[in-house]
Each structure stands twice: as structure tokens, then as C-alpha cells.
């Protein structure tokens, strides 16, 4: 199938459906929208920008939390990268192709942050930290892609554990050390189209396919617990106050309602 | 309604249907390539207000905005989440974004 070439109409809410989708989910798109906030970064932040001194209590619990990230960004560098040949259509392979380059470099990031705060072997000190909750998502997460079930892995990634990570993410920006914090905003960045991609997606595959919905809510009861699991263990180790969590938790809930599944 | 003028200017002009059209201003949105960045804004919170020609993107809360002012039942996209959206008037009277899969 030939690549089209998307023509910009004035206002870009009149593009054809389908020119707005060639034009978003291509690599042209995704290369000149990280282009405008990752140029002049390095491992996500500016050069020039000052490292606080934490204390050693604050110092600790970041390098939990950045661990745990590390554990979900490698589930969606590995769960994004198998999704790719299962992908039904082209769209959706060159999409996720964007999505593996995104998680490969929030991975870097977070594990440059720890080898920053003093962490001599940061791979060692992920497998050390991290949350049995979130690796007990991470395997069944492997498990869906392992097992060829598109939909369940999607929701599972890009509804899941990409609306978790938004949420989070952009919560801790708000009171994270400054090189942490300009870290976490470029990472929120990238995960804003993954969420995208994720409900709508699933939304259209719903849309064409209702009888799926049972399966679907099916991993949903079955995450759920983990998914809440981890956002409670990180939000105390972050230590956001509890009505913050609770928001949290209905901003998490809210892709996953507009999908039907409350 | 607060506009901000550097942002978007009502240039008084109606359309067929006649709405009232806007010049969109680049914002400093850096998420979408340079010639789609004048469509989006961040939403600043509270304080902040939406023109005739903005809605909130549910999915990902950016501001979308439009060269015309905006009605129930028009297409709106969200290129940094890459949604569809449609707008509809909500219970309050207020405009708002629904996601169109």
C-alpha cells in the first residue's frame, strides 16, 4: 500500500479521518514531535539544570520509585516491541515502532537518574527494589503478548499501565527535585500518545467487535488489584497525600470508564 | 471569557453558518510538529478559561483549539493523543469533547 503524502487544510480539525490517522501514527509525525521538546536534552533534561542535594531518607525513595519505573518501562519496551508483529495493519506497526523508541529512552533515562543519585549497578539495585505487584503485572502483561491476544494486550499496555504511568508520572513532576522533575515532564510527553493510541484503538476494535468486551473486562478484573497495588506502594514511597491518591486512582479509572468498563 | 490576544484573536468574521473566526497564535506547544502547534494549548489550571474556539481533550487534557468558533456536534482532533473527538454541549451548558473511536 502506497504511504500518502497528508495534505495540511487550513484548520486541522478538517482533515479526512483517515488522512488524521496516516498523518499520526506516522513516523514523520513522531520524529518532528519529540524533535520540538528532546533537542538540546540530555537523558531528559537540560545540561545546565542543577542537581539538588536530597537527603538520605529522600534520596531512598527515589530510587525505589525510579526502580519501579524502570520495571514498567521495560514491560512496555518488551510488551510494545512483541505487540509490533501482531499488529493488524500497518498503522498500527509503524505506531508501536514509535512506542518501542519511546520506552527504550524512558528506560535510559530513569537508569541514568539512579546511576546520578550514587547507584553504581542501577539493573542490579531494579531487580532488588521492585514492587511485587508490578512485576506480577509485568509477567502477565508478557503472557497476553506471548499469546498472540491483541486486544487483551493492549488494553493491558496502552489503557493499564500507560494511564497509570500518566498519572503518576505527572503527579511526581509536581514535587520531584528539579532534574527528576524535568525527566518525568518529557516522559509524560511521550505517554500522552501512548494512552491515545491505546483507548482508541480499543475503542474502535470494541466498536466492530462487542463480543470481546467480556474477555476484556475479564483482564481488567484481574489486573485491577495490581494496578492499585502499585499506585498505592509508589505514592506513599513519593509521599503524596491521600486525597491526591485517591485522585490519582479516578484519573487512572477514567480511560478505562470511558471504555465501557466501569 | 478570558482570551488571551497573543494567542487567539478574534478576527470578527463569520462564517456561512456564522461563527465567529480566530488567528491562531503558537502557544509555545512543542508536543506536535511545528505546523499543527498553533491548534494546542496546555490547560494552566484553575484560572484558566476556554474561548469560543477551545475544548479540553479528555483523554490527555490538552487545550484544542480551532480557527472557528466551535458548536455541538463538530470533529476536533487531538493530534498529541491522536483522538477524535466530538464536541457536545454538557448538562452545565458548557462545551465539551467526547471521544469519537
Redesign the interface.
Known sequence: MAVRSTP?P????D?D?QD??E???SFE?WF??VE??LTGLSYGHKPDTLDTPLAEVDRDRLVTVLCNYCVGETAALEGASGLIAIAPNRLAKVFLSTQVADEGRHLEVFLHRLRDLGIKEPEAEVERRASRSLQLFKRRLLELVASKDWEAAIFAQNVILEALE?AVFHSHAQTADPITREVLLGVV?DE??H???G??EL??R??IAPHIRARIGQVKKELDHLVLDTLEETMKHIGVARDEQDRLGRAYL??VE?LGFA | MMVEALETEDIGVSDSQGRRRFLLDDTGF????????K?YRKWKGPGDSLAPNEVIC???K?V?R???ELRPG???????????LVVVRNEAGTLEAH?A?
Open positions: 495540511v487550513t484548520d486541522i480539525h482533515l479521518p488524521f490517522l498523518e499520526v501514527h509525525f518532528q514531535a520540538g521538546y500518566f510527553k500522552r500518545r494512552i491515545g493510541f483507548e482508541n475503542g474502535r470494541l466498536a477514567e480511560s470511558r | 512543542d508536543e506536535v510538529p511545528k505546523k499543527y502547534r491548534f479528555p483523554v490527555c490538552v484544542i480551532s480557527t472557528r463538530d470533529r476536533v482532533y487531538c493530534m498529541p493523543c491522536m483522538s477524535r471521544v473511536y
